[in-house]
Nanobody
Framework: QVQLVESGGGLVQAGGSLRLSCVAS????????MSWYRQAPGKAREWVGY???????NYADSVKGRFSISRDTAANTVYLQMNSLKPEDTGVYYC??????????WGEGTLVTVSS
C-alpha cells in the first residue's frame, strides 16, 4: 500500500500563486506516473496534469502555461506549482500515483480557494 499526503492548499487572491506538495510513503518500488486532479464544488473530479518517471509532463488545457508539475524522486514527492490563479481554479486538489505492483493510490486532498 502507498499512502499519499497533500499539503500547501489555502486561500489566495486571484493572480496569486501556491505550491502544493504530495508525499508518498509505504510500499514503494517505483512510481511511474504522479498526477494531480481537482474537484470544484458541485463538479466532477478533473485531471490537472501528470509527470512520468522520465520527467515528461502533460497538462490540461485549462492550466497549461500557468501550472507546472515537478518531482523529487528520492523523496517520493510531487509538486504542483500554480501561478496566475483564477477563481475557477478553486477546489480540492488530489494527488494520484500509479506504480509497479498495481499501485493506484489517492490522497485525501487539499483545499485551494481563489478569491476574486
Amino acid at each position: 500500500q502507498v499512502q499519499l499526503v497533500e499539503s500547501g492548499g489555502g486561500l489566495v487572491q486571484a493572480g496569486g500563486s501556491l505550491r502544493l506538495s504530495c508525499v508518498a510513503s509505504g510500499s514503494i518500488l517505483r512510481l511511474d506516473v504522479m498526477s494531480w486532479y481537482r474537484q470544484a464544488p458541485g463538479k466532477a473530479r478533473e485531471w490537472v496534469g501528470y509527470i512520468r518517471s522520465g520527467g515528461i509532463t502533460n497538462y490540461a488545457d485549462s492550466v497549461k502555461g500557468r501550472f507546472s508539475i515537478s518531482r523529487d524522486t528520492a523523496a517520493n514527492t510531487v509538486y504542483l506549482q500554480m501561478n496566475s490563479l483564477k477563481p475557477e481554479d478553486t477546489g480540492v486538489y488530489y494527488c494520484n500515483v500509479i506504480g509497479v505492483g498495481g499501485i493506484n493510490s489517492w490522497g485525501e486532498g487539499t483545499l485551494v480557494t481563489v478569491s476574486s
